[in-house]
Nanobody
């Protein structure tokens, strides 16, 4: 059974940093795109950052210069380094991966992690 598990969330003061990680487990042949999303209370889920299989990244405008997404293709993990955190960054952060489960097909399935809470408050 394929699962994505996030870690690294918590409470941090404004201006502080956190590093989120997401590990995949199960029978996976290849990981295509990876990404981080977040959902604040009462708001829709939004893209934070994405990274393609060849390392091309994209960020939401409000995260540019503060957040850095990276991936480890050997371990099938994705990380999000978050610096200069603001109270408005408070949300549940979810990792997302497009997984190819079979070497006999290029079809991929999209998976979500269960989410990790990030709270930025003094």
């Amino acid at each position: 059974q394929v699962q994505l598990v996030e870690s690294g969330g918590g409470l941090v003061q404004p201006g502080g940093s956190l590093r989120l990680s997401c590990a995949s487990s199960g029978s996976i042949f290849r990981v295509n795109d990876m990404g981080w999303y977040r959902q604040a209370s009462g708001k829709q889920r939004e893209l934070v950052a994405g990274i393609t299989s060849v390392g091309r990244t994209n960020y939401a405008d409000s995260m540019k210069g503060r957040f850095t997404i990276s991936r480890d293709n050997l371990k099938n993990t994705v990380s999000l380094q978050m610096n200069s955190l603001k109270p408005e960054d408070t949300a549940v952060y979810y990792c997302n991966m497009d997984l190819v489960l079979s070497r006999f097909s290029s079809a991929y399935t999209n998976y979500w992690g269960q989410g990790t809470q990030v709270t930025v408050s003094s």
